[in-house]
């Protein structure tokens, strides 16, 4: 049972949560950790969403990119439980994955939170691998990206996890808006204008849906989270690429676009 201790922090089976305070933007920079805290780079709410989203669908094989401070993981690790959670980050992240290590190991979860470091979320080959070695070649419950957040990495991620998803199994991609401010905000660009938006991904996902009917079963889109649902059409992970499912008119639709 998932226990509030302060506005940011929490318990769960005896194990110390840091979340995300409000306004904080910087990767960990404003978070002081005690020694046997772990953080979650989301605020409390994405933390309830995420125990909902457990509780809900009781994912079993569930591959996680973007591992940080090792917190995610380690919430995902106690509520995977009987399954497995893989992680990987591009970073070695040596003293966080140490501190994970050490954790798991001495509580029994050694088997059920892999997390790899070194390894890009845009190398598909070693993707592919750690769902054969890690996950038993599937099929996935769930993926939560929280990685880069760019569109070509993002993309290169779910065309070779997408299509390995059972049907029903659920794919989040977290903080898409970057490229988007309010209207009327005084940086009507929003962030990094040299990139293309990773906006452009979740159109892709849209236009699949007539593209390829029976590949995506459903997309919801809130400020900071979709999720992807896995429909049942067959695909084979090695020549997908979502951004090809959609016939001309849906492609030109993004054509222009950065
Ligand atoms: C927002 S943090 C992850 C936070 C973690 N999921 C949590 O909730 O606590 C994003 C992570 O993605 C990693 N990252 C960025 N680009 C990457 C890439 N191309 N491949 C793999 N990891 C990447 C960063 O090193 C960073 O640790």
Same mark, same amino acid.
Request: proline share 6%; net charge negative.
């Given at each position: ?9 929490? #318990? ?8 995300? @305070?409000?306004?904080?933007? &910087? ?7 005690? *020694? *046997? ?10 933390? +309830?969403?995420? #125990?909902?989203?457990?509780?809900? !669908?009781? @994912? ?25 959670? #893989? ?18 190991? !001495? ?18 080959? $070693?993707?592919?691998?750690? #769902?054969?070695? +890690? ?12 990685? &880069? ?5 993002? %993309? ?9 998803? $059972? ?16 209207? =009327? ?6 962030? %990094? ?6 906006? $452009?991904?979740?159109? +892709?996902?849209?236009?699949?849906? @007539?593209? /390829?009917? =029976?590949?995506? &079963?459903?997309? &919801? ?7 992807? /649902? ?7 992970? !090695? ?10 008119? =849906? ?8």
């Amino acid at each position: 049972m998932l226990r509030w201790t302060d506005d940011n922090r929490f #318990v769960l089976d005896g194990t110390a949560f840091h979340a995300m @305070p409000p306004g904080m933007l &910087s990767v960990g920079a404003d978070v002081e950790l005690r *020694d *046997d805290e772990f953080f979650v780079f989301k605020s409390r709410d994405d933390v +309830e969403r995420y #125990v909902a989203l457990f509780a809900e !669908a009781a @994912p079993r094989r569930v591959f996680e990119l973007g591992i940080y401070g090792g917190g995610s993981t380690l919430l995902f690790g106690k509520l995977v439980q009987p399954g497995r959670v #893989v992680a990987i980050d591009r970073l070695a992240l040596r003293d966080n994955l140490a501190k994970l290590r050490r954790y798991t190991e !001495a509580h029994g979860l050694s088997d059920v939170v892999r997390p790899f470091g070194e390894v890009d979320q845009a190398d598909r080959a $070693r993707l592919a691998e750690l #769902v054969e070695t +890690e996950l038993g070649g599937g099929p996935l419950d769930l993926v939560v990206d929280d990685c &880069s957040h760019l569109y070509e990495p993002s %993309l290169a991620s779910f065309n070779e996890l997408f299509p390995r998803l $059972r049907p029903g199994g659920a794919y989040v991609i977290e903080d898409w808006r970057w490229a988007h401010t309010p209207v =009327g905000d005084d940086q009507p660009e929003g962030l %990094l204008t040299d990139q293309v938006p990773l906006t $452009r991904l979740l159109f +892709e996902i849209a236009l699949a849906i @007539p593209g /390829r009917p =029976g590949l995506v &079963s459903d997309l &919801s889109i809130e400020a900071d989270y979709a999720v992807v /649902r896995r429909g049942d059409l067959d695909v084979e992970a !090695a020549e997908f690429d979502v951004a090809a499912c959609s016939n001309p008119r =849906g492609r030109a639709l993004l054509a222009e676009a950065p």
